[in-house]
């Protein structure tokens, strides 16, 4: 008998507790977030680095600036809900965030400013796609992807 319950306590610890984060954020780059103290990376995206450029026929952009800003916007007055689908990546949290029940990576993909990742959700690869397709945020112009990431397979 008390094997049993040694066991449903193993699974349980194994699966722990989701824990989530609520409140007003603020943007620090284009996928990162400080939330309740907490500096949250969200899952399944990658966006330029605030320092880098992207080309477009009439010269340099700075869209790692204006990714981030993407991002402030959609978070600006509004209260951020965050759990936590993975396991923390240095001192950052991983997070699948929210705000007014849409998922914030799948916005920033969906207009451009920032890019799936490997193993990211199939649903932010087909927005992805349609965004490069309709040369829409990052993807007006040529953008090369130096700013770190691992391009999901298309």
């Known amino acids: 008998m008390w094997v049993r319950w040694l066991l449903c306590l193993a699974v349980l610890a194994a699966s722990g507790p989701a824990w989530g984060l ?14 309740a103290g907490t500096t949250v990376r969200l899952a399944g995206i990658e966006a330029p680095e605030l320092s880098h450029t992207c080309a477009v026929p009439e010269g340099r952009w700075s869209c790692g600036v204006l990714a981030r800003d993407a991002l402030a916007e959609l978070v ?11 396991t923390a990546l240095w001192a950052t949290a991983l997070m699948r965030c929210t705000v007014r029940g849409r998922d914030i ?8 400013w ?9 649903a932010y690869l087909a927005l992805e796609k349609k965004a490069r ?4 945020g990052i993807w007006r112009g040529d953008t090369d992807a130096p700013w770190g990431y691992l391009p999901a397979p298309r």
Do not use: M
Request: aromatic residues 2%; hydrophobic residues 40%; charged residues 15%.
């Open 22 to 35: 609520e409140g007003a954020a603020r943007a620090l780059d284009g996928a990162t977030l400080e939330l």
């Open 76 to 86: 600006r007055g509004q209260s951020v809900q965050c759990t936590e689908p993975n």
């Open 105 to 112: 990576g799948a916005v920033l993909v969906q207009f451009g």
């Open 133 to 136: 397709a309709s040369r829409t």
């Open 114 to 122: 920032a890019t799936a990742t490997l193993g990211a959700d199939p």
